[in-house]
Every structure is written in C-alpha cells, then in structure tokens.
C-alpha cells in the first residue's frame, strides 16, 4: 500500500510514500495542479494509468518544439470564449477551470489560468454571434469543464442558448463523470434534461477509470435521458496497446457510453511526452475492428493542426485494382470483392 496525499495548487506539496514528486513546484508554476479526492485514491503510484494523467512530470517544460494552440483556436474565435471553425457548429468555453488538471489537456494554454468562469458579459456576446449566424444548429460547451459550474450559472448559459431557435443540439464535453463523480447528482440530472436534445460526451481514458462511482453518475446521466459519448484521448504509457483499449471501450459500453472518439494528440506544447505514432494507433483501431462489438469502437481522429479539422483514419486495408479490390477482413484473410464501374447518365 502506497502512502499519498495532496494539496491543491495554492498549497504546492504533493506527498507520494513520504517523498514529494520531483519538480512539484517548478512545474506547478508553469502548469496548474489540481486534484479531487476521489481521483487521488486511484493513483497507487505516480507512474499507474491514473498518475500519469494527473501529476506534474519536469518533461512538460522540456517540450521545446510544440506550440501552445496548434488548432490556431485563438484565430478561429470571432468573440472571446467563442470557437467557430464548422460552419454549423460552436465551441463555446464556458468555463477554464476542471477537477482535476490533466497533463495531457489540448487547452494547456487556458485551463486553470485565473481560474474563471465566463464572465456574463462575454457569455452575452458569445450568445449574440450564435443568435447572429442561423447556420449554427449545435453548440458544444467545453473550457475547462463546463459542470465545474455552479447549477444557477449552468441554467443561465442553457436557458440563453434555448432561447436562440435555431439551435437543435446542445453538447458538453466533461470529465466530471470520471475525476469528480460526486458532482453528478440527481439534482444535476433533473436540471440537465429540461433542455433536451441535450448530449453529453466524457473523456475516460483507461479501465481504471470504470469504478462504481463512475457507473453511478454515468447512470444517474442515462437514466435522464441524457445520451452519452465518450472521447479518448491515445496517450503513450496509460493506453497505448490494444489490450486496454478493449478494456476501456467495451467497459464503456456496460456503462451505457458509446464510444465516440479516439484522438490522436494535439500537438500542444507540454504534452510531447504522451504522444504515440499514427501507426500504433492505427494498430489499435485494427485490433479492436470486428474482433470487439461494432458498438464499442470509436473513430480514430486527429485535428489537423492550423485549424483544418478532424479527419478520421482506417487502418489500410483495402487495395485497388481496376475493379477488384482486396480486402482485409479483421482476421488478416485477405478477400476479393468485384466493385462495379459507374456509367455517367
Ligand atoms: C471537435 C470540434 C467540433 C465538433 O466536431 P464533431 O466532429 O461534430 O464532434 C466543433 N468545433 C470545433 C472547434 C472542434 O474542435
Ligand atoms: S478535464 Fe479536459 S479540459 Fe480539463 S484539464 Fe482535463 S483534458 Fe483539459
């Protein structure tokens, strides 16, 4: 048994079997670090699936060669908080604050930095460019982590997005479920579905992250009604073999979670040292395709850098010629298919 404790960032001492981790302070000054209790008592050493997304490494500053925002987010925001990059869909970054910091985080650059949620004044704005652009059915609210917001501040940026009509979809992206299952109440649940369609995509990373205090707040979300996704991050030493991304994603599917995204990393700076090839993620895809339920695997994406977009991947597994083409099935059997050849009208 390992011995662990924490303090938040305001009282920089991690203890771990009486040491303190290395560089604590060092990296915490440049990168915010935060905990819960709960996601604390996962970690039974710094270097376990858990601790290695949430404690502070000395590699995050050796990251000399990626930029802070290589999706060009900055550029692709028409009003503070507001990202428009699809032409039917918005990011709205609602908050910058999470339970828990995760080293890896795409917005390395934002969260945790003042530790703010959107001002009334820039939700307000944020709301008149989507009232102003009819194009915009979907509104994903991101940060940070949106339900880091108190219930009444929740209500006002919902009740100011359902009242924009054209708006369909509402989507949050949140770690709650899996850092700070507590916060997911009954009560969250019953102020949530009043503004169905209403979706809601979580970001679990590895099967130890599936306890019964996660499946609780999955449940209490489903049992609202609430469809939920999940976006996983590939992460080289927490998730990188076929193994336990079998595990993960069909543990999911036994918490009613469908899979949604795998992701390749971003190329944020700080986070060098969590990324893996294409090639083994590919690999991944390959060993989970068919040989795991259809139900159970996610796309593998990456976001092009300079704000182009997700595109998603497939392992290579056809190959033309002419007509015929030979496909790999997911057993390695390599099997001819006869297309046809498209007459013009
Ligand atoms: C990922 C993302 C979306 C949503 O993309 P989907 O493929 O519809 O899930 C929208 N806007 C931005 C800026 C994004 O990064
Ligand atoms: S919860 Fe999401 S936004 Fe927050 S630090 Fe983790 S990855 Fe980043």
Redesign the pocket.
């Known amino acids: 048994m390992y011995y662990f404790k924490y303090t938040d960032s305001t009282n920089s001492k991690i203890k771990y079997n009486n040491s303190t981790i290395d560089n604590y302070d060092l990296v915490s000054a440049r990168y915010p670090v935060k905990l819960t209790d709960y996601y604390a008592s996962l970690i039974t050493s710094p270097d376990n699936p858990i601790g290695r997304q949430c404690l502070p490494h000395i590699r995050e500053l050796e990251d000399e060669v990626q930029c802070p925002d290589p999706l060009t987010e900055s550029s692709l925001s028409p009003v503070p908080g507001l990202i428009h990059r699809y032409p039917d869909r918005v990011v709205l970054l609602v908050s910058n604050r999470?339970?828990?910091?995760?080293r890896?985080?795409?917005?390395?650059r934002h969260?945790?930095n003042g530790d703010a949620p959107m001002a009334r004044e820039a939700l307000n704005r944020a709301l008149q460019y989507i009232n102003d652009h009819p194009a915009i059915n979907d509104v994903i609210l991101?940060?940070?982590?949106p339900l880091m917001l108190a219930d009444e501040s929740l209500t006002a940026v919902l009740d100011g997005i359902r009242a924009i009509p054209h708006v369909s979809v509402i989507r949050i992206?949140?770690?709650v479920p899996v850092?700070f299952p507590e916060r997911i109440t009954g009560e969250l649940a019953n102020l949530l579905k009043r503004y169905h369609p209403l979706y809601i995509n979580t970001?679990f990373n590895h099967p130890d992250e599936i306890t019964p205090a996660s499946r609780f707040a999955c449940g209490v979300l489903a049992d609202a009604g609430i469809p939920l996704g999940n976006q996983t991050?590939l992460l080289k030493g927490v998730n990188d073999s076929v193994e336990t991304m079998k595990r993960l994603m069909t543990g999911l599917l036994s918490l009613r979670v469908k899979p949604y995204y795998l992701h390749q990393m971003d190329l944020v700076k700080g986070t060098a040292h969590f990324r893996t090839s294409v090639t083994t993620g590919l690999k991944i895809i390959a060993g989970m395709r068919g040989h795991i339920s259809g139900l159970a695997v996610p796309q593998y994406v990456i976001d092009l850098p300079g704000g182009k977009g997700k595109v998603a991947l497939l392992p290579d597994d056809v190959e033309f010629n002419d007509t015929t083409l030979s496909i790999r099935t997911y057993t390695g059997e390599r099997v001819s298919y006869e297309d046809i050849r498209e007459t013009r009208e």
Do not use: A, I
């Open positions: 999470c339970p828990v910091y995760c890896f985080c795409m917005r390395k969260v945790g991101s940060g940070g982590d992206g949140t770690r850092t970001h991050v």
